[in-house]
Nanobody, 122 residues
Framework: QVQLVESGGGLVQAGGSLRLSCAAS????????MGWFRQAPGKEREFLAV????????YIADSVKGRFTISREIAKTTVYLQMSSLKPEDTAVYFC???????????????WGQGTQVTVSS
């Protein structure tokens, strides 16, 4: 069974930074891509970033480009989302997910973590 566990969320002031981690486990776990999404109260889930399992390809949503980066530690099955210049509107629950294909569409992801709360105060 595949498990994804996010960590690193918390409360940060506007302009600050956070790094989220997503630790993946599973005996035969080898997705094509790992993505990060977020969902704020009353809003739809929003795609943020995706990285290929090899780490060679990345794609960042325009809404966070220049502020967020995605990376993967090859030696570990861990994917990171580095967030900087955070704004109050970045407040949301952040999820990582794994897909068997290269995609940014949430409904094409097969496995999801439980989410980690990020709160940005003004």
């Amino acid at each position: 069974q595949v498990q994804l566990v996010e960590s690193g969320g918390g409360l940060v002031q506007a302009g600050g930074s956070l790094r989220l981690s997503c630790a993946a486990s599973g005996r035969t776990f080898r997705p094509a891509a790992m993505g990060w999404f977020r969902q704020a109260p009353g809003k739809e889930r929003e795609f943020l970033a995706v990285i290929s399992w090899s780490g060679g390809w990345t794609y960042i949503a325009d809404s966070v480009k220049g502020r967020f980066t995605i990376s993967r530690e090859i030696a570990k099955t861990t994917v990171y989302l580095q967030m900087s210049s955070l704004k109050p509107e970045d407040t949301a629950v952040y999820f990582c997910a794994a897909a068997q294909k290269w995609t940014y569409r949430g409904n094409e992801y097969d496995y999801w973590g439980q989410g980690t709360q990020v709160t940005v105060s003004s």
